[in-house]
């Protein structure tokens, strides 16, 4: 049953340094064809889904915060009206920390979203620039504080584990983004992907990425620091505080279904993985000839469902319970891990077992994609 609505704006103002949406970058974006479009895509979810009533709601995408307040507005008003939300729905609108986004944070409150996920970063302009990002650190703090001004719940990320980047480096940097009192951090290692501007820099010799042994000390770090500020790690990369972690990742990583509206968007319900097209032109044709974007929409059988959900739930600290979980997809239980691999890595205090529940100990979170294809006897499978 889906009780989260994805909904993806893939416009740019810019190119972004993190893919490759040249064809989204717009000078003008013709509103009211795009309304009447997502709120189709929106009412044919709404027709294969449940009637349970939303928990969560995320505006994703290129640079959802510059979407109209009336757009959002709008969207919510039609979401309500065709899943009704619970009493504590949460609205996450995600953000470029830049003046421009910034300045239409006080209407989206007013629209209805009352959390806002900010990608900050880094808090320095070297670092920022080797990132490649388009603002400046003053800018990002400056958008950060009339973010918590205006939303209840406020998060940020950063990126550490930087080239050459020192403990104590981190550590003032961590410091300082804790003083900001927002009750949720991402907080992500810096890694090199094949086909990203960062392999190619590597592969020139630009600059050489922290070794594993570094990496691993600052991971520490980050996990004793947050947890002593009230912030403890919930998942492999997210710190919240108790009552703010982000119910709509929660989705994801408890494998719960959530629908997925507009260019580009994935879901998962009832059984089936959909996506829509990607390039914004071929979703409005499609929704426009058959009422809904979807450019794919696949079956998944049992032992992939629970393949994916034992990688997503073993990122949790809460971990994963097999008696559910087999429960859910008509599996065994020894079916969904390997047992005596777990109690190995049990004795290695980089597991823990207790009753019906497995999960990945603190010593083991640095490990978790080695111990995830340890652990999952299926975890090839494609997800």
């Given at each position: 049953m889906a009780r989260a609505l994805y909904i993806h704006w893939p416009f740019c103002l810019a190119k972004c340094p993190y893919c490759d949406f040249n064809s989204h970058v717009r000078e003008t974006v013709d509103h009211v064809r795009w309304e009447q479009t997502l709120l189709a895509d929106m009412r044919h979810e709404r027709f294969v889904s449940t009637e349970e009533p939303l928990e969560s709601i995320f505006f994703g995408g290129g640079t959802p915060s510059l979407m109209p307040p009336a757009l959002v507005a709008r969207l919510l008003e039609e979401a309500e009206t065709l899943w009704g939300f619970t009493p504590e729905i949460e609205i996450t609108l995600e953000g470029n920390p830049s003046s421009v986004e910034a300045a239409n944070y006080a209407a989206l409150a007013s629209a209805g979203v009352n959390r806002v996920s900010l990608g900050l970063q880094a808090l320095d302009n070297d670092t920022l620039r080797f990132l490649g990002r388009l603002h400046d650190a003053a800018e990002g703090l400056a958008a950060l504080e009339i973010a918590q001004r205006h939303f209840s719940r406020v998060s940020f990320d950063l990126i550490y584990a930087r080239p050459d980047q020192a403990p104590e480096q981190w550590q003032a940097e961590l410091t300082r983004a804790l003083s900001f009192g927002t009750g949720h951090l991402s907080l992500y290692q810096l890694t090199i992907e094949a086909g990203t501007r960062f392999e190619t820099m590597v592969r020139k010799g630009n600059f050489t990425p922290l070794d594993n042994?570094?990496?691993?000390?600052?991971?520490?770090?980050?996990?004793?620091?947050?947890?002593?500020?009230?912030?403890?790690?919930?998942?492999?990369?997210?710190?919240?505080?108790?009552?703010?972690?982000?119910?709509?990742?929660?989705?994801?990583?408890?494998?719960?279904?959530?629908?997925?509206?507009?260019?580009?968007?994935?879901?998962?319900?009832?059984?089936?993985?959909?996506?829509?097209?990607?390039?914004?032109?071929?979703?409005?044709?499609?929704?426009?000839?058959?009422?809904?974007?979807?450019?794919?929409?696949?079956?998944?059988?049992?032992?992939?469902?629970?393949?994916?959900?034992?990688l997503m739930g073993l990122r949790l600290r809460e971990g994963v319970n097999l008696g559910e979980l087999a429960s859910r997809f008509g599996l065994d239980p020894a079916e969904l891990h390997n047992a005596t691999k777990a109690t190995f890595y049990e004795k290695q205090e980089l597991v823990w077992q207790s009753g019906a529940k497995l999960g990945v100990t603190e010593s083991g979170m640095p490990l978790l994609d080695a111990l995830l294809a340890e652990l999952v006897p299926f975890a090839l499978v494609e997800a």
């Open positions: 042994d570094a990496c691993a000390d600052l991971f520490a770090m980050t996990r004793e620091m947050t947890a002593a500020a009230g912030l403890p790690a919930y998942e492999v990369s997210n710190h919240a505080r108790p009552g703010e972690e982000s119910r709509h990742n929660l989705t994801y990583w408890r494998y719960q279904d959530y629908c997925g509206i507009g260019p580009g968007a994935h879901g998962r319900r009832s059984g089936s993985a959909t996506v829509r097209h990607r390039k914004p032109e071929n979703w409005l044709d499609a929704v426009d000839r058959s009422g809904n974007g979807i450019s794919e929409m696949r079956s998944l059988d049992a032992r992939e469902q629970a393949s994916e959900a034992m």
